[in-house]
């Protein structure tokens, strides 16, 4: 059962944009703090950006840093991550998680994101 659905992946051009969907299906969302990670073909996952559960902190990976952006809509159970001045090293598998406390409880099944000329 996926408690977590993310959308709006694709492909791109260089310098374009993208905005990714986080939605809970069984969940409500604004009781977790929501992150986002990505994989590229044969690298490990890393952190891309993370939102604590007010909405009031964010957090982001150097290389996202100035182009991405986090945000959640509480009435909407979404959080989103509005990517700007996209590269072709952000091409990976993006994923949502969502955690309570320490480590993250629900995973979504991840959406392509594929940024070429």
């Known amino acids: 059962q996926l408690h977590l659905v993310e959308s709006g992946g694709g492909l791109v051009q260089p310098g374009g944009s993208l905005r990714l969907s986080c939605a809970g299906s069984?969940?409500?969302?604004?009781?977790?703090?929501i992150g986002w990670f990505r994989q590229a073909p044969g690298k490990e996952r890393e952190g891309v950006s993370c939102?604590?559960?007010?909405?009031?902190?964010?957090h982001y990976a150097d290389s996202v840093k100035g182009r991405f952006t986090i945000s959640r809509d509480g009435a909407k159970n979404t959080v989103y991550l509005e990517m700007n001045s996209l590269k072709p090293e952000d091409t990976a598998v993006y994923y949502c998680?969502?955690?309570?406390?320490?480590?993250?409880?629900?995973w979504g099944q991840g959406t392509q994101v594929t940024v070429s000329s």
């Open positions: 998680a969502a955690r309570r406390v320490l480590k993250y409880d629900y």
């Open positions: 939102i604590g559960s007010s909405g009031r902190s964010t």
């Open positions: 069984d969940i409500t969302l604004e009781w977790y703090a």
